[in-house]
T-cell receptor
Framework: DVKVTQSSRYLVKRTGEKVFLECVQD?????MFWYRQDPGLGLRLIYF???????EKGDIPEGYSVSREKKERFSLILESASTNQTSMYLC?????????????FGPGTRLLVL | GDSVTQMEGPVTLSEEAFLTINCTYT??????LFWYVQYPGEGLQLLLK?????DKGSNKGFEATYRKETTSFHLEKGSVQVSDSAVYFC????????????????FGKGTLLTVNP
């Protein structure tokens, strides 16, 4: 079974803090993604990566950065956390096959910024 | 750009009722279509998918048929159970041969389903 793990289920941070969210997958997938999930807005893509050290902006990259130094690990960084970044963050990974994209998701990190 | 529109919830049903969750899409080419489900406190997991027109995806009693003429991918189940209570997301992937990115999924906003005993 594919396993995607996220470093924390719940996180509470202060405004202005630097926040690291870690994601690890064990299936040798090329692609990794970070989404945020908010009520009434569904999932919105923040960043994705299709290879080590490669990244592309998603739909809402402002206020975030990412790092992918190893194939299995994809980190989301909030340089200076703000209250409007309070959200559920979901990591996903996929192996590109035949033009279909089955993504495998981690359990999510619920971040509260005070 | 690509977009997915699904019926707004919440949807509340009694056990053994028939379920339909509507999903329509807009895409530049010929996308693959997906339904993901999110059970309480968990991440999303793939429920079913279809990769070309008239394909039917099915899993756990759920079905959805890729209708290119109506750009739809409605989710159905003949008899829901309490354990089906979850949030359901419709999504599409537009592969590069038709101009889309081969990496990204576009999601609908999700539909909360509650099934009462």
């Amino acid at each position: 079974d594919v396993k995607v793990t996220q470093s924390s289920r719940y996180l509470v941070k202060r405004t202005g803090e630097k926040v690291f969210l870690e994601c690890v997958q064990d299936m040798d997938h090329e692609n990794m993604f970070w989404y945020r999930q908010d009520p009434g807005l569904g999932l919105r893509l923040i960043y994705f990566s299709y290879d080590v050290k490669m990244k592309e902006k998603g739909d809402i990259p402002e206020g975030y950065s990412v790092s992918r130094e190893k194939k299995e690990r994809f980190s989301l960084i909030l340089e200076s956390a703000s209250t409007n970044q309070t959200s559920m963050y979901l990591c996903a990974s996929s192996f590109f096959t035949s033009g279909t994209e089955t993504q495998y998701f981690g359990p999510g990190t619920r971040l509260l910024v005070l | 750009g690509d977009s997915v529109t699904q019926m707004e919830g919440p949807v509340t049903l009694s056990e053994e009722a028939f379920l339909t969750i509507n999903c329509t899409y807009t895409a530049t080419g010929y996308p693959s279509l997906f339904w993901y489900v999110q059970y309480p406190g968990e991440g999303l997991q793939l429920l079913l998918k279809a990769t070309k027109a008239d394909d039917k995806g099915s899993n756990k009693g759920f079905e959805a048929t890729y209708r290119k003429e109506t750009t739809s991918f409605h989710l159905e189940k003949g008899s829901v159970q309490v354990s089906d209570s979850a949030v359901y997301f419709c999504a599409l992937s537009d592969p590069p041969s038709s101009g889309g990115s081969n990496y990204k999924l576009t999601f609908g906003k999700g539909t909360l389903l509650t099934v009462n005993p």
